[in-house]
């Protein structure tokens, strides 16, 4: 294969391929949408995979509400995209602080939002744990007012240093929602970007929580009944003095992590999650999903390498007279199958550079929607491994095509071809 021969093919396969615009454009679209789901299905899922495995290495037990699955306390607690199920007595907290096999344990109390991102009422040192800096500002918990955004929570509210604001009772849009005037939150802190579902939130003081919700904050007050957290109509939001919706917990190993679950979970109206474990097996499923995509894929790239390879065979047929004359001409055989592989090439290599970039904006425009509903910082243009095999495929698949074509056309007798007419 001469130099001199690549070129005119490559320009002859082009023209070619122009002159049936519409079959060309079906072709590539049918390689590139493909390709386009497969991308941006696998960033979304890289995504959330890269942050459940953070914040079970981060904190490697949660404490929660008895009855409460574990998929719900990781949601509504690491990735503060589901609503908390119920309330434990502060009691929990304290003991777990005290407990020697724990080295660090932080209240969580969920109640109220922030046009749509929660407010986290919590302990000044779970935002020092994060290892983030501030963009302006202090994380200050001192008074009740105070309060410390996360970076997108600022950037989509349009709230700044020394800026006031009221939250929302539950979630924005649940039927019990309204707007809390007891306190008008002061910001004195925004916090540094941290590709994580803390950008998504708003923190406050534990005690503010309650006070909010009209009771002062008593670290020594009778708690509720635990069975009070979970009756039929009861507002899981309404956090008195006293109540927690969650505790996340770090521990010095993970036996006493095992341990620790087991306690918690035996006890009356608590329960305790492993977090890594229930991540692993979190995390199997989103394998799973992508082993369904790779399949899906595959019979897509199947039907649309089967579509060229038709449309490839009826534009040939129809060449057959003009191909000949190429071939009286003088032009050779390898010239010319030359020009059928290379429509081959252009086709899948087109198809796969639309699929992939496409699936990568589609994924960068829709960044903000799908941080939250999901609580994930994505990175749209991260390159994952089903996104590799997605593309071998598709070019491996495309090679064989084109030299399937180009074999095809070199043993064709063209002029014999057209005599038989």
Known sequence: MSHPRIGPALLLAVRYLNARAFATAVSIAAIGISLLLVVSISVINFAVKKTAVEGAIRYPLIVGPEGASSVQLIFSTIFHI????????????????????????????????????????????????????????????????????????????????????????????????????????????????????????????????????????????????????TGDGHDKYHLSSGRLTAVLVRTANPVYTGQLERELTLAPGTQGVDTGRAIRRMVGYLNKGEKLVEVVTAVTLAIAVAMILVTLVMSINERRRELALLRSLGVGRLTISLIVMFEALVITVFGAIIGVGGGHLAVWWAEVPIQASLGVSVEPWVWTELESFAVCVTLVAGQLLAMAGMIWTYRMNLVEEVAKD
């Open 82 to 229: 589901d609503k908390p199920t119920g309330t434990i007595p502060f009691s929990v907290y304290e003991q777990l602080s005290a407990d020697k096999r724990v080295i660090a344990s932080y209240p969580i109390a969920v109640a109220d939002s922030v046009q749509s991102y929660p407010m986290v009422g919590t302990s000044a040192a779970f935002l020092k744990d994060l290892g983030v800096g501030l963009v302006s500002g202090a994380i200050d918990f001192s008074k009740p007012e105070n309060a410390v955004l996360g970076a997108e929570v600022a950037d989509r509210t349009g709230l700044g240093l020394g800026d006031t604001f009221h939250g929302t009772h539950g979630a924005v849009g649940d039927e019990a929602a309204h707007v809390h005037e007891e306190i008008a939150y002061h910001v004195v802190g925004i916090l540094e970007p941290t590709g994580g579902p803390e950008d998504a939130a708003g923190y406050t003081s534990y005690e503010t929580v309650w006070r909010i919700h009209g009771v002062a904050a008593d670290h020594d007050a009778q708690p509720e009944s635990p069975s009070e957290n």
